[in-house]
């Protein structure tokens, strides 16, 4: 089993809807999880972190963690075109940080 | 301005050549990080140092060696036992990620082909 998991995508959803980004992770003693947006040949930006269980909201971006289920997961309310990224998902493990595959997302206009 | 520079932005080697790609910070981090970026891939974790002198491999370290002489440089060299080397590399930073909810700093990658 991968460390990082995430939906093998791609996503695709109509501008103004809600993007639902999902990833699994091995390792139930992690404790801090990121989500990072990759524009092609760009490097990651950090959009969220939680290390609690429940929600957390910034603006658009919601992010939700299961500690119990091993679960984390990002949705994106009233998607934007400016959206249409690759979303990677981050983990710390011990004493590096290690990512999923990536779902790449596409907003329609 | 704080941040972390990787160069150079494009890099072609040859057949049996080595070559290194730099990466310095000026975040007074104690950890870098080296990772590799295949097309419609994550990233893939090379090495890792948390602090000068040591370092620790990740889960694919053959083929690249790295050094961390000083805080702020963290130089990792693809040799020619890399057979496959065409990528994008990540530089990264942070201050000690042990149990905390510290995140990573990215340089601008460096896109390796070869010729």
């Known amino acids: 089993q991968k460390e990082v998991e995430q939906n093998s995508g791609p996503l695709s959803v109509p501008e103004g809807a809600i993007a639902s980004l999902n990833c699994t992770y091995s390792d139930r003693g992690s404790q801090s999880f990121f989500w990072y947006r990759q524009y092609s040949g760009k490097s990651p930006e950090l959009i969220m972190f939680?290390?609690?269980?429940g929600d957390k909201e910034d603006g658009r971006f919601t992010a939700q963690l299961n500690k119990a289920s091993q679960y984390v997961s990002l949705l994106i309310r009233d998607s934007q075109p400016s959206d249409s990224a690759t979303y990677l998902c981050?983990?710390?493990?011990?004493?590096?940080?290690?990512f999923g595959a990536g779902t790449r997302l596409t907003v329609k206009p | 301005d704080g941040g972390i520079t990787q160069s150079p932005k494009y890099l072609f080697r040859k057949e049996g050549q080595n070559v290194t790609l730099s990466c310095e910070q000026n975040?007074?981090?104690?950890?870098m990080y080296w990772y590799r970026q295949d097309p419609g891939q994550g990233l893939r974790l090379i090495y890792y140092?948390?602090?000068?002198?040591?370092?620790q491999k990740g889960d694919i370290a053959e083929g690249y060696s790295v050094s961390r002489e000083k805080k702020e440089s963290f130089p990792l060299t693809v040799t020619s036992a890399q057979k496959n080397p065409t990528a994008f590399y990540l530089c990264?930073?942070?201050?000690?990620?042990?149990?905390?909810?510290?995140?990573?700093?990215f340089g601008s990658g460096t896109q390796l082909s070869v010729l």
């Open positions: 990264a930073s942070s201050r000690n990620l042990q149990g905390t909810a510290e995140k990573l700093f």
């Open positions: 981050a983990v710390i493990l011990a004493n590096d940080m290690r």
């Open positions: 975040l007074n981090h104690d950890a």
């Open positions: 939680i290390y609690s269980n």
């Open positions: 140092s948390q602090i000068v002198n040591d370092f």
